[in-house]
């Protein structure tokens, strides 16, 4: 029970499937209701996320395979950060307990320096960040990433340019992209 159910349900069935194939047609579509969306509610439950986590963790306590570890590690550290750099999820007055929390399991979980390192650019700093638990380090970071966006949207006039919908269509801002891939190693 609780949000983020899909993460254990998800990886739970990956690990038990005896064979994977792959369509390539769109079989699922994601559609969002304006307000009813837990990616755009801030809302303290966003911190199931934790316990979804650990109940993938311990579900997969005993596969060895570190390929397999590395890349839930991996994708672990994408979400926690997406969910965290998302200004629309976490309570300004939460953000340090989150950051605690998913440092946490960053350090518990990481799969050793000769498996895994932090990706390249601002993703790998962010990501160094968790490790060295500097959640102001991070923080700032973040601000500084504001006011970039900030001040690129901003032409010479002092006008948010990006409030104003461009020729062909509604101005579209987002905080974070994609985070770039971790660079993986191992056998």
């Known amino acids: 029970a609780g949000w983020y159910t899909d993460i254990p349900w998800t990886y739970g069935l990956l690990r038990r499937a005896e064979r994977i194939s792959v369509v390539t047609e769109c079989c699922y579509q994601w559609r969002q209701r304006a307000g009813s969306s837990i990616t755009r509610t801030r809302d303290d439950r966003h911190f199931d996320v934790f316990t979804q986590w650990q109940r993938v963790w311990d579900d997969f306590e005993s596969v ?30 939460k953000r340090r307990e989150f950051f605690r929390r998913t440092s946490g399991l960053y350090r518990r979980y990481h799969p050793g320096p000769d498996a895994w390192h932090p990706a390249e650019g601002v993703t790998g700093l962010k990501q160094r960040l968790l490790a060295a638990r500097a959640y102001l380090g991070y923080e700032a970071l973040r601000q500084v990433y504001r006011l970039a966006q900030r ?37």
Not at 68 to 83: D, G, I, Q, T, Y
């Open 64 to 93: 060895t395979d570190q390929g397999v570890r590395v890349a839930l590690f991996n994708h672990m550290v994408w979400h926690l950060l997406l969910v965290i750099g998302n200004t629309e999820r976490v309570d300004p007055k």
């Open 151 to 187: 001040l690129k949207h901003t032409d010479v006039s002092g006008r948010d340019s990006a409030a104003e919908p461009a020729p062909d269509g509604p101005a579209q801002r987002t905080e974070a992209a994609l985070p770039t891939p971790t660079r993986v190693t191992g056998p």
